[in-house]
């Protein structure tokens, strides 16, 4: 019997972005489909604008037993366009990884940056942050963006999480995660095996 | 029905604490303990847990507060972690010989200096001695179970102690996690009022915690001795009835996968949960003789009977502590269980590991490191007498 693991998710962001809360949020849909997860900060003081990260594990039917934060990730998600200059966001990223970014650029020009290493997701979070919520806070948005480029949840499972996350403020936040999931363009490197 | 839900652990833990029907809650905040206390300064703010919250000055104005508070008849909670708890210390001492049933949560963290607030457990192994009930968890499900378990267990009148809930800050205390939070009337069912038989009354005035001359000190800690050792008792008989209720069961030392397992590895906390996947993937690939895991739950007072039943049939006993006990033959559980089984005349070989300091992960792959070169010092030896594991020279 081979061990299927769970699928890890990393999140880049920058103090105040709202990375946890996306981990957060993803995770507890994930357990209302029955699944098994656990999200978590890398811990520490937290400091308003330094680069953070914050991690997600799912796993379709066994406890996620492991504790250590992810290393070799299924999929990165990328807040904050500047990051890519100053955190190496592909560390570990697996061969067949998934990076869903946060960018005005299209998969094609991030591409020659970044290399042809793995599939692509972009989306331009900020402007859909800053014309739906009126701030450029983008961890919701980026949900939206994360749930087309690989389907770890159920667009429905998150309703329930964002609006006990964000009460009043939920409907525009979900409008948001939505805009980015029909908005974001995906670049499978090619058919796998 | 109970419900099943994806929540921070220590949320979860301060939820439960509430519908345990605590009567005082004094604390100082403290990182990685802080979501705890605020969670139920909350609670008691918007109305939803009728309980007086005591924001103290400092740890040592906690404990003293809770204390009182006992002493009276309250049901008592508070956290703290690192610092904190070393700010308590003295107070410690004096809740348990007291016999004052206050359960605490520690968000095991770190000590200074440098300044760390991340997880180990040097906070955790400098309240060794203090006489309290000390209970380790490994996941948020253990924390919300344990933390029940621990006002039943401190308030029987068979024990009259005060318990910790020991959980690892942040790889505990700050993750999203499944779980199972109990109805309010299974709680009610399985947590009865609390009887304190001693209480502070000024109609009937009592002095607690009295001056003792050598006439009569050494009896005094003779008998605290004799009620923490006879509270596994207990503590055992709670774990069963909270099993027969809710349907998960605890113990002393935990084991997995040890049926055929001549090597065993020993982890107290959040990273025996790692240490697991470790021993399935290295079952799964078969390059190596069969590995199990025990784990450490109840640290105070010592399962010695239950640790040597444990490890009767081990050639090899890897232990991995997450704190030094500087200048000394070992990490303190490591020394501790080189001790319970030096009069045993089978012993496995031990090796002693110290990691996981300041918040380090041990990684799957790492918890395979540690056996394989642990097997290898067992067999072949080792210049020292414990290994620093992922120490940079």
Not at chain 2, 37 to 50: F, K, Q, S, T, Y
Not at chain 2, 65 to 72: L, R, Y
Request: aromatic share 6%; glycine share 8%; charged share 25%.
């Amino acid at each position: 019997m081979e061990l299927k693991e769970p699928i890890a998710i990393r999140i880049h962001g920058r103090g105040g972005q709202g990375a946890v809360t996306l981990a957060e949020v993803v995770a507890q849909a994930a357990i209302s489909e029955g699944k098994y997860a656990q999200a978590f900060p890398s811990f520490g003081p937290e400091r308003r604008g330094a680069p953070v990260q914050a991690y997600i594990r799912i796993d379709d039917d066994k406890p996620i037993r492991n504790r250590a934060g992810v290393v070799f990730p299924d999929i990165v998600v990328v807040l904050d366009p500047g990051l890519l200059n100053i955190v190496n966001v592909t560390a570990g990223l697996k061969e067949d990884g998934m990076l869903v970014i946060n960018t005005r650029q299209t998969p094609d020009k991030i591409e020659i940056k970044l290399g042809e290493k793995q599939n692509l997701a972009a989306i331009d979070a900020t402007s859909i942050a800053r014309e739906t919520l009126g701030v450029p806070i983008v961890n919701t948005t980026m949900i939206g963006a994360l749930v087309k480029a690989r389907n770890v949840v159920k667009i429905e499972s998150l309703l329930e999480p964002l609006n006990k996350r964000f009460g009043r403020l939920a409907e525009k936040n979900i409008s948001a995660m939505k805009k980015a999931y029909e908005n974001t363009l995906v670049k499978e490197k090619k058919a796998i095996g | 029905m109970s419900k099943r839900v994806g929540i921070e652990v220590s949320i979860a833990l301060a939820d439960v604490v509430g519908m345990a029907n605590t009567d005082v809650v004094a604390a100082y905040p403290i990182t990685p303990q802080t979501h705890i206390v605020e969670r139920l300064a909350e609670l008691v703010a918007d109305g939803e847990l009728d309980a007086e919250y005591i924001p103290v000055e400092s740890e040592h104005s906690a404990m003293s507060a809770c204390m009182g508070s006992a002493a009276a008849g309250a049901r008592t909670f508070t956290a703290t972690a690192g610092q904190g708890l070393e700010l308590m210390h003295e107070c410690l001492y004096v809740a348990s010989a007291m016999r004052l049933p206050i359960v605490m949560a520690v968000t095991n963290r770190a000590l200074s200096a440098p300044i760390s607030v991340w997880g180990d457990h040097s906070d955790v192994m400098a309240c060794r001695d203090t006489g309290w009930i000390q209970i380790f968890t490994e996941n948020g499900q253990e924390v919300v179970d344990i933390a029940l378990c621990a006002f039943r267990i401190a308030e029987d009148k068979n024990v009259l102690l005060p318990a910790m809930v020991h959980l690892d800050g942040f790889h505990l205390s700050h993750v999203i996690e499944p779980i199972i939070m109990p109805e309010q009337n299974q709680v009610d069912d399985f947590l009865p009022p609390n009887k304190y038989p001693f209480l502070l009354d000024p109609a009937r005035p009592v002095a607690m915690g009295d001056f003792a001359p050598p006439a009569i000190y050494t009896e005094m800690k003779w008998a605290q001795e004799v009620n923490l050792q006879k509270s596994k008792e207990t503590i055992l008989k709670t774990w069963k009835e909270f099993a027969d209720i809710f349907g998960r069961e605890y113990k002393p030392v935990e084991s997995y996968r040890c049926e055929d397992a001549k090597v065993l590895l020993m982890t107290m906390g959040s990273y025996s949960e790692t240490a697991m996947t470790t021993i399935d993937k290295m079952r799964e690939k078969g390059d190596c003789e069969n590995v199990g895991l025990l784990r450490l739950r109840l640290w105070r007072p010592f399962p010695t009977d239950e640790l040597r039943e444990a490890v009767k049939n081990a050639d090899v006993l890897i232990i991995l502590d997450r704190a030094l006990s500087f200048g000394a033959a070992g990490g303190p559980v490591g020394m501790e269980i080189k001790s319970a089984l030096y009069n045993v005349t089978n012993k496995p070989k031990i090796v002693n590991y110290v990691g996981g300091l300041g918040g380090r992960d041990i990684t799957v792959a790492e918890f395979e490191e540690i056996i394989k070169k642990g097997i290898d010092i067992a067999r072949n030896g080792s210049e020292n007498e414990f290994e620093i594991f992922g120490v940079r020279e």
